[in-house]
């Protein structure tokens, strides 16, 4: 593979949601999670993308972290489908990105003009949270031993030298056929997300940099399906 799909989103606020926080406070992970990144490149496609259609590489950033006060509709699920919560709404504190910046390499060519021409808005994390496209071009790429991979989300081993926040995700999911039944997750995992200003080399697999003046190195995940 010598040639991949560059796409470079920027916005003007994030909310790449830490999963399974339940105290009360919406925390944000240091980087996107791959199934994120999925929802990004259906909504610009106007279908839900699948993950074996596709292999990702990203590189994420942002100016500040800041914090907001906000009332949510809470949900329960009865044992059948996820309806309005008994108790009605709360408020909450809710941990969000500034000027986030987002850069996504996919091996799909031909999916060029659905970047040029989006059918949807892309959004990252919630719906507020729009992108904006910057660019889209088809770049050269040469695969390496290591790089350095702030920004980068990895499925973590034990072998593994990088620091980051460990986290346990799925992949992917897979929506259910009945509206209102929610998801089924695909190939759940520990990967470590690496800060954006972690500029440590990492040696891993599937490790790629462009060929450009100023070489970008990402991570090119290929998803397992389960």
């Not at 699920?77 to 996820?82: L, Q, S």
């Not at 060519?109 to 892309?122: A, H, I, R, S």
Request: proline share 4%.
């Amino acid at each position: 593979m010598d040639k991949l799909l560059e796409i470079q989103f920027s916005g003007w606020t994030a909310t790449p949601r830490l999963p399974f926080v339940l105290s009360g406070n919406a925390v944000c992970m240091h980087t996107p999670s791959y199934s994120l990144v999925l929802g990004i490149i259906g909504c610009c496609m106007g279908r839900i993308v699948l993950s074996d259609e596709v292999k990702i590489g990203f590189k994420y950033s942002y100016d500040t972290v800041a914090q907001d006060l906000e009332t949510r509709q809470r949900l329960e699920f009865d044992g059948r489908r996820i309806k309005q919560h008994s108790k009605g709404t709360d408020a909450y504190t809710r941990e969000f990105h500034t000027s986030p910046k987002l850069t996504i390499w996919i091996d799909r060519l031909d999916w060029k003009e659905y970047f040029e021409n989006p059918v949807g808005t892309p959004s990252l994390g919630r719906s507020q949270d729009i992108l904006r496209i910057e660019s889209v071009s088809i770049v050269e790429v040469e695969k390496v031993h290591k790089g350095s991979l702030g920004g980068s989300l990895l499925p973590f081993s034990a072998g593994l030298k990088a620091g980051g926040q460990l986290v346990q995700l799925a992949e992917s999911y897979l929506e259910n056929e009945e509206v209102g039944s929610g998801r089924t997750p695909q190939a759940s995992k520990v990967f470590i997300s690496i800060p954006q200003d972690n500029d440590a080399e990492v040696k891993f697999n599937n490790i790629y940099q462009t060929k450009a003046e100023k070489p970008v190195s990402f991570y090119l995940h290929e998803f397992i399906n389960e």
